[in-house]
């Protein structure tokens, strides 16, 4: 029992260091953006990107997303992390599209959580930080999960239907893993789907049936919205994309996550070239 209660002790005071040192971070501007193309699946020609989220910690080195981001929402935090996201995102766009022609038609897809989508000032936030990075609205697509529509559907709508109304487009995240929406997803303001990679890495063989990808992607094209398949790591999963008339995809396959520097050579050659 006192063994028990000083491991709880622990972790809280493990907690609470983490809360402090994401705290200082945030000051000291510690994150890092890292940026996975988003590919066109019968061209390989390049949509745009994700940004993704790392902590470059000074002693402990870069800390993936799904070890801090919980303790920033639960604290409240995220609201300015995430605000940080955005402007970087778009300035990092902006810088692209100043030095390549062809980044006028990328698009910058970023992650939100909900409490970001619960802030009064979002809208606003967003609208200023697009005039900011003098970039068009159309170039942003905001992506969200479907257990951030469950609550106060119809104010949720009405803010979706506000910030589309500036071009920006909405995808929903790791689609088919929350409550499915969908006695509701046909009067969702929302522009695509992104396929979970759970679903996509079932896809083993070419020629057998995937039951819940096809049915994401009739889905999607039954209500005229785009679908993106996440985790694509073999060329049979993309071969079977392909002939499913899956439109996008994303996957260690093409590229893991990368620097904005080494992100540049998928502007540059317009997607992905080589297969390999
Ligand atoms: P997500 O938005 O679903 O992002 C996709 C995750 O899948 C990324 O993990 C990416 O690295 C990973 N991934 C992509 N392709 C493959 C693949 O082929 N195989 C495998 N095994 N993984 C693949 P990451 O970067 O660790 O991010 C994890 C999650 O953290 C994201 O999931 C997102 O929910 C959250 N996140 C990341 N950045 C942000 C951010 O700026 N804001 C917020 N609110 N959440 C973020
Ligand atoms: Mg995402
Ligand atoms: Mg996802």
Partial sequence: MLFYESE???SVIQRLNLENDLRKA???QEFVLYYQPIIALNTLN?????????????????????????IAEE??????????????????????????????????????????????????KLQQV?????????????????????????????????????????????FGTGYSSLSYLHRLPVNALKID???????????????????????SNLLKLDVVAEGIETLQQLTWLRNHQCNFGQGFFFSKPVTSDNAEYFITQNGIVNLN
Avoid at 62 to 69: S, V
């Fill in 8 to 10: 709880m002790h622990q």
């Fill in 46 to 70: 390049l949509l745009g990107f994700e940004a993704l989220i790392r902590w470059n910690h000074p002693t402990k080195g870069l800390i993936p997303p799904d070890q801090f981001i919980p």
């Fill in 75 to 124: 604290s409240g935090l995220i609201i300015s992390l995430g605000h940080w996201v955005l402007e970087e995102a778009c300035q990092q766009l902006a810088r692209w599209q100043q030095k390549y022609l062809l980044a006028k038609k990328i698009k910058m897809s970023i992650n939100l959580s909900v409490q970001q989508l619960q802030d009064p000032q979002l809208f606003e």
């Fill in 26 to 28: 945030i000051f000291n």
């Fill in 197 to 219: 990679r759970s679903f996509v890495s079932q896809i083993q063989r070419e020629g057998e049936t995937y039951t819940i990808v096809e049915t994401i992607i009739t889905l």
């Fill in 130 to 174: 697009i005039k900011k990075a003098s970039i068009e609205g159309k170039s942003l697509v905001l992506e969200i999960t479907e257990s951030m529509l469950v609550e106060n559907i119809k104010k949720t709508c009405d803010l979706l239907t506000q910030i589309q109304s500036q071009g920006i487009s909405i995808s929903i995240d790791d």
